[in-house]
């Protein structure tokens, strides 16, 4: 069965600070990864996505992410974190082709102070 | 657009009530979720749809029914409410694969408390 796992329940990172949220994924294939974002009282939206090609995908409010296959990792990165960045971040696994559902994380709650 | 609109936002059920919460979707999607959501433990899928008419179960199916009798719309029916269903329930909709795959997209979530 396909997962993911944040070993983080919480990072902590001074605005300014560049700030890593790791993620790393088991699957059969080829995996196709997502990075979401979860403000309070709020569902998800989406942030970026690893469907293939390049190892760093570009994503929303200046986030990305580097796809490592022989560590099977996906870690969501920032330069500059902002206090508005502060959220919960959820990683992602697309199941195998028929059902298309999405295998989540437990989540990150990133904490980025002023 | 709309997008995934959940109802009711907020809701408060006695053990042993039942429940429908809605989901509807103007993006044409042929794909349909719902998930819970628990304190630290992610979310976990509880059914899905492929398409009109068609419904599956998730991991987390237990106590719960679905329909799907059009493409828009994807209910998710409580029939004996129990405390262990208290949770935030996401309802999330999705169609391309590939290079133009978004995952999928989420309504802003329904918070049930059963007591």
């Known amino acids: 069965a396909q997962s993911v796992a944040q070993p983080e329940d919480q990072v902590n990172v001074a605005e300014g600070n560049p700030l890593t949220v790791k993620c790393t994924y088991s699957?059969?294939?080829?995996?196709?990864l997502f990075w979401y974002v979860q403000y309070p009282n709020r569902g998800l939206q989406f942030l970026l996505k690893y469907i293939t090609g390049d190892n760093l995908v570009k994503g929303s409010y200046g986030f990305e992410a580097e796809f490592n296959k022989s560590q099977t990792s996906f870690h969501l990165k920032k330069p500059s974190a902002l206090v508005s960045d502060s959220a919960l971040y959820f990683c992602?696994?697309?199941?195998?082709?028929?059902?298309?559902?999405?295998?989540f994380g437990s989540g990150t709650r990133l904490q980025v102070q002023p | 657009n709309a997008g995934v609109t959940q109802t009711p936002k907020f809701r408060i059920l006695k053990i042993g009530q039942s429940m429908t919460l809605q989901c509807t979707q103007d993006?044409?999607?042929?794909?349909m979720y719902w998930y819970r959501q628990d304190p630290g433990m992610g979310l976990k899928l509880i059914y899905y749809?492929?398409?009109?008419?068609?419904?599956d179960k998730g991991e987390v199916p237990n106590g719960y029914n679905v329909s799907r009798s059009t493409t828009e719309d994807f209910p998710l029916r409580l029939e004996l409410a129990a405390p262990s269903q208290t949770s935030v329930y996401f309802c999330?909709?999705?169609?391309?694969?590939?290079?133009?795959?978004?995952?999928?997209?989420f309504g802003q979530g329904t918070r049930l408390t059963v007591v």
């Open positions: 993006m044409n999607h042929n794909y």
């Open positions: 992602a696994v697309r199941d195998p082709p028929g059902r298309r559902a999405l295998t």
């Open positions: 699957v059969s294939g080829n995996p196709y």
């Open positions: 749809s492929v398409g009109a008419g068609i419904t």
């Open positions: 999330a909709s999705s169609y391309s694969s590939g290079q133009g795959d978004y995952g999928a997209f």
